[in-house]
């Protein structure tokens, strides 16, 4: 057995301690030409869960009926739909993984960043002690205070990737779709810290369908066990990638009111259509191209 099939063997193992822990019926592993697989079962109802080991690297696939209880409890077991919580409704973390999180993109003006936290047990602590919480809780003057003592905890266990208007263009011009930017950008970070550090486990806030960051990461990173979930920002190491991914996105206004003289304005409301509006008509439409993401409604209504 190489070790990608090994590594295949431990995920399929690890799926079915889970899935046994909720009270449903599991089959022995079966081993195929390119996957190991387990039947899931309750009453007259199963699925099969088929864990995939190849060129491509490592990818579940749940095969069954997507409309029955157990199939959408075992996605959301496996594929990270739901927060687990203990009995004082709080949430409980992996002790050593990567949480990301993004900044921008339902702004028009600016960047799209997104970035990566690992935390362990020790800097988990520390994060909660100094208030790390989702960053859209939190002004900009906090958010710049808390991105320092966040680097000062973690060093050097965290990556960004910062995609500016000019580049975020021609992605989108390129992938048609914004999730598969995100998708791109979020295997980025995860890539750049699994380089140097090991993790097995990640958690992300859910844009969309799981794959697109999945299907994003290089083969040496695909078998981290990748959880997608909605208010993500519960857990600490994500709220702490949501805060350094604000910080980067507020630096790059910061940047622009030096250079122009004046502020550019955050989010999308009929402001920012008036100060677009404003630069096309002193600078031209191709100016716009490096200050916001084109693909906006707002384009079209200046």
Not at 190 to 211: M, R
Not at 274 to 284: C, L, P, Q, V
Request: some cysteine.
């Amino acid at each position: 057995m190489n070790s990608l099939e090994l590594k295949a063997k431990y995920l399929i193992t690890s799926y079915i301690n889970s899935i046994q822990k909720i009270d449903y019926s599991v089959s022995e592993i079966e081993k195929k030409q390119y996957n190991f697989e387990i039947t899931v079962k309750e009453n007259y109802d199963q699925l099969k869960v088929l864990v995939y080991f190849g060129a491509k690297g490592i990818k579940t696939v749940l095969q069954g009926n997507a409309e029955k209880k157990i199939y959408k409890e075992i996605n959301s077991l496996i594929f990270g739909e739901q927060i687990k919580l203990n009995s004082s409704q709080e949430v409980i973390e992996p002790e050593n993984y990567i949480g990301t999180d993004e900044s921008g993109k339902g702004d028009y003006f600016g960047p799209l960043v997104v970035c990566g936290v690992l935390a362990d047990k020790k800097s988990l602590v520390e994060l909660k002690k100094i208030g790390v919480k989702d960053s859209k809780e939190l002004s900009d003057n906090l958010i710049k205070k808390l991105s320092t003592n966040i680097k000062e905890i973690v060093g050097s266990k965290f990556s960004l990737v910062i995609i500016n208007p000019e580049k975020y263009n021609q992605l989108h011009a390129k992938m048609k779709n914004v999730n598969r930017i995100l998708g791109w950008a979020h295997a980025k970070v995860l890539e750049n810290l699994l380089e140097k550090y090991e993790a097995k486990e990640a958690i992300s806030d859910k844009f969309g369908d799981e794959n697109y960051i999945k299907n994003s990461l290089q083969k040496e990173s695909k078998n981290i066990l990748l959880h997608q979930l909605t208010k993500a920002e519960r857990f600490t190491a994500v709220a702490a990638a949501s805060i350094l991914a604000r910080e980067k996105f507020c630096d790059w206004f910061d940047v622009q009111k030096i250079k122009y003289g004046f502020e550019l304005p955050k989010g999308a409301s009929s402001i920012v259509e008036n100060t677009a509006s404003s630069i096309k008509e002193k600078y031209g439409l191709e100016k716009l191209n490096e200050l916001v993401k084109l693909h906006f409604k707002t384009t079209l209504k200046i």
